[in-house]
């Protein structure tokens, strides 16, 4: 199996910009989806193959890659970016791993 | 529209088994794999297994080998993943999800507890 290391937590100020990082050795060969998790509620999917946002995501969400590194940006983050992030990929044999997820605080 | 309905709250005893049921509506269910994977009380996101709607082939993560078993029925678009063995350990939400559509089930909460 593999692993996808994402920081525990990252706190923005409202107007800045947030970045969470997904890191590993999967990742140059293999896609990254991004999950939002409020309280309560089910994951929303906000990023799909690192860098497609799907419809109905707002513009201030993007995504990028870089070798072993991808990573989701936040552009002016709002109070309701407030929430849980997930990476998810999947290696060649089809084996699936979430990132342990990180937690954005709006301060 | 998408939706993935599922099967409601189960309270078990240890040792015993849970079957979860996930329905699909607004897609076509052999064209797309749905995945499932649980959230246990203040933790990550936990991927169990996923089957291909299409040809029933079904792949599982190494954690769960041998305990949990996911099946598809085509004619009631329907996925079942079963759970064996229960542990306190296994107290969790689970939920089923297409990952390449980004759709996810409403999640069902499975308590195990004596």
């Known amino acids: 199996s593999y692993d996808l290391t994402q920081p525990p937590s990252v706190s923005v100020s409202p107007g800045q910009t947030a970045r969470i990082t997904c890191s590993g050795d999967v990742l140059p060969k293999q896609y990254v989806y991004w999950y939002q998790q409020k309280p309560g509620q089910a994951p929303l999917l906000i990023m799909r193959k690192d860098s497609e946002r799907p419809s109905g995501i707002p513009e201030r969400f993007s995504g990028s890659s870089s070798g072993t590194t991808v990573t989701l940006t936040i552009s002016g983050v709002q109070a309701e970016d407030e929430g849980d992030y997930y990476c998810h990929s999947a290696d060649s044999g089809g084996v699936v791993v979430f990132g342990g997820g990180t937690k954005v605080t709006v301060l | 529209q998408v939706q993935l309905v599922q099967s409601g709250a189960e309270l078990k005893k240890p040792g015993a088994s849970v079957k979860v049921s996930c329905k699909a509506?607004?897609?076509?269910?052999?064209?797309?794999?749905?995945?499932?994977?649980?959230?246990?009380?203040g933790q990550g996101l936990d991927w169990m297994g996923w089957i291909n709607g299409g040809n029933g082939n079904t792949k599982y993560s190494q954690k769960f080998q041998g305990r949990v078993t996911i099946t598809g029925d085509t004619s009631a678009n329907t996925s079942y993943m079963e759970l064996?063995?229960?542990r306190s350990g296994d107290t969790a939400v689970y939920y089923c999800q297409v990952a390449t559509l980004g759709y996810w089930g409403q999640g069902t909460l499975v308590t195990v507890s004596s």
Do not use: M
């Not at chain 2, 509506?25 to 009380?41: C, D, L, N």
């Open chain 2, 25 to 41: 509506t607004g897609y076509s269910f052999t064209k797309y794999a749905i995945h499932w994977v649980r959230q246990a009380p």
């Open chain 2, 84 to 86: 064996k063995s229960l």
